[in-house]
């Protein structure tokens, strides 16, 4: 053949693969499952002027094709029931021709999968900013991928923390009493500045490169789990970053809430159920956008609905989950927010979905827990199986500043809130905290030993399940009016040219060692309390601003004793026979002294008693 003819015949192949066109450049959710619970899977399908082509996917019947606005888009729905593990073909077909094929691929789920136990309140949830908690692998620090470079000397910026520094030190965590692991984000975060958060996502199914892979993250699963520990992703269903692939190329103009463009939000979550709210009101605090680097996603349109709910489930299957805690859940839709949890819970029906409901007020917080008896006044139900107790929260952010027990003052704030119980569908499965990433921390409000074993006396024996923050048991401060940055600072050790090393008893000085061997102490010991887990509540009027309670079941019972008073306190016995009823010895677990529970007990200023009959 001459090479005019050879030449020719590639100008007519190369006009005609223009014509016929697209070729699938993404595919989500990457791969699926067989053998799961919903059988209806919605393929999204991404290239240039894909929408202008036929699908066929070989063995399904195909629902539904939908075609937006945005020609490079294609959602294709199939039922999968009956799917066995292995390859299927998606093929793109124009004019007749079968333009490209696309291996697709079902896996086979783990055993049991569906019954997996999600985090409750016998667990210790330890809470991570992986970005600041140890550098495990320099390598990744910076990625010519990624924009944002490691900058430790900036309190904003990247300071190189990834998946492998957890990994490193989960003997730490483990030895500590902890029992579950909630992270901050790991998915990618490809924002120029202040990425280190990773609440602004801009690719939903990979884990941030400088944070290292989706198969570390399955490797740090898996790690836990042979420790017989727990791992929660931080998920957010709320808002994705400005920079976030599809954000940049829309499906179609409804996929985030536009006024047109931007508007904020007015932070006015109450709106969500408030019978005198304006319909203005109402619109800009649940489609307002969080920050204008976040656009908020419209989960009312049942493409994004359908899409958040399969990539929440194939990160459950893909890396194991054993819960989530879904970032700013009241400002979603209500409606939409419901039927996404719903569907991940009937999928997995002992998970466990803990809702960020930031409210000062426990009706307010209540409204957003399934079954809750405030939100069966409105006919909602959530089916949020955990809420996060920010009256709790606030209580004990307060009270050891106050040495007044009268008037709502002091100790009686622990005891009004517990009042409150009764607005609570399920109290055990409420988190409970003295801190987290966004508040203050607790040892720079009181930085006073005493005070932290008071607080941590409280978080171990309540009802709920505890969340400390990491570097609190080491007795780690941060201002947060100086900013975000101060509150989530390193954790020393966790970057080789540290000094101070308090991932270990060797390498912590002789104050960390006394926040970490007491919390170490408490917790480890309520690792095997199913009283305090599970058990019953009896609380007494705070007195002197001394607080008395009891936790308890039919097998057994314990009594706590808080004295927040800067003086010793005696306390007469006969007040509390209810729950006394001739049980007279008692073993203090955090000193191992003896008492005679007969007529008095002492107890010293700024001190704490867990009392075991």
Not at 344 to 363: C, K, L, T
Not at 556 to 568: F, L
Request: contains cysteine; negative net charge; glycine residues 6%.
């Amino acid at each position: 053949m001459s090479t005019k003819k050879i030449s020719y015949s590639i100008i007519i192949c190369l006009l005609l693969c223009n014509w016929l066109g697209a070729q699938i450049e993404k595919i989500e959710p990457p791969f699926w499952w067989s053998d799961m619970t919903n059988p209806e899977l919605q393929i999204m399908l991404y290239g240039s002027d894909i929408a202008s082509h036929d699908v066929i996917i070989e063995g399904f019947q195909i629902t539904n094709i939908v075609k937006t606005e945005n020609s490079n888009y294609l959602f294709v729905t199939i039922n999968t029931r009956d799917i066995e593990p292995g390859y299927v073909d998606i093929k793109l077909i124009k004019h007749g021709i079968v333009t490209s094929t696309t291996k697709y691929e079902f896996k086979e789920r783990i055993k049991d999968s569906r019954w997996r136990q999600g985090f409750n309140s016998s667990d210790l949830v330890y809470l991570i900013m992986p970005d600041r908690f140890a550098n495990g692998d320099e390598s990744n620090d910076n990625r010519e991928d990624m924009i944002e470079v490691t900058n430790r000397s900036f309190n904003g910026g990247r300071h190189g923390g990834d998946i492998r520094g957890v990994i490193n030190n989960l003997e730490y965590i483990h030895e500590l009493g902890a029992t579950a692991i909630w992270s901050t984000p790991l998915l990618e975060d490809n924002y120029h500045r202040y990425s280190y958060h990773h609440y602004a996502q801009s690719d939903v199914y990979r884990i941030d490169p400088r944070f290292g892979t989706n198969e570390e993250y399955i490797e740090l699963s898996r790690a836990l789990h042979a420790k017989e520990m727990k791992l929660i992703m931080d998920y957010v269903t709320n808002h994705w970053s400005i920079v976030h692939w599809m954000v940049k190329d829309l499906p179609c103009y409804d996929w985030i809430h536009q006024f047109p463009g931007y508007a904020n939000t007015n932070h006015r979550m109450t709106t969500q159920f408030d019978p005198n709210a304006s319909r203005r009101d109402k619109r800009y605090s649940e489609d307002g956008w969080f920050v204008p680097t976040m656009p908020d996603l419209n989960q009312r349109n049942p493409l994004v609905l359908n899409y958040l709910i399969q990539n929440a489930i194939w990160w459950i299957e893909y890396a194991e989950l054993d819960g989530f805690r879904v970032d700013t859940y009241s400002y979603n839709d209500k409606d939409a927010i419901a039927r996404w949890t719903k569907a991940i819970m009937d999928e997995y029906p002992n998970f466990n979905i803990v809702g960020e409901a930031w409210y000062h007020n426990q009706a307010q917080i209540s409204y957003w827990q399934k079954d809750s008896p405030i939100g069966s006044i409105q006919a909602y139900n959530s089916y949020c199986p955990s809420v996060m107790d920010f009256t709790l929260h606030d209580a004990l952010m307060a009270v050891f500043s106050e040495s007044d027990s009268i008037w709502g003052k002091g100790l009686v704030k622990i005891y009004d809130n517990l009042a409150n119980d009764f607005l609570y569908a399920d109290v055990d499965n409420i988190m409970i905290f003295l801190e987290n990433h966004d508040t203050p921390r607790f040892n720079e409000l009181y930085p006073k030993l005493s005070t932290y074993k008071l607080a941590i006396t409280l978080l171990a024996t309540l009802r709920g399940i505890p969340q400390i923050y990491y570097g609190s048991e080491i007795g780690m401060k941060g201002k947060k009016d100086v900013g975000d940055g101060d509150i989530r600072r390193d954790f020393p050790g966790g970057w080789k040219e540290d000094t101070n090393n308090a991932f270990t008893n060797s390498g912590r000085n002789k104050e960390q060692n006394a926040y970490y061997d007491f919390a170490r102490k408490v917790f480890n010991w309520r690792k095997n309390k199913p009283v305090i887990h599970k058990g019953q509540t009896m609380q007494f009027a705070p007195k002197q601003d001394v607080y008395v309670y009891f936790r308890y079941n039919d097998e057994e019972q314990v009594m706590v004793v808080i004295n927040n008073s800067v003086e010793d306190r005696v306390l007469n016995l006969s007040r509390f026979n209810e729950r006394l009823k001739g049980n007279n010895a008692a073993i203090d677990i955090l000193s191992g002294e003896k008492f005679l529970l007969l007529n008095e007990l002492k107890i010293k200023a700024r001190t704490s008693l867990i009392l075991e009959f």
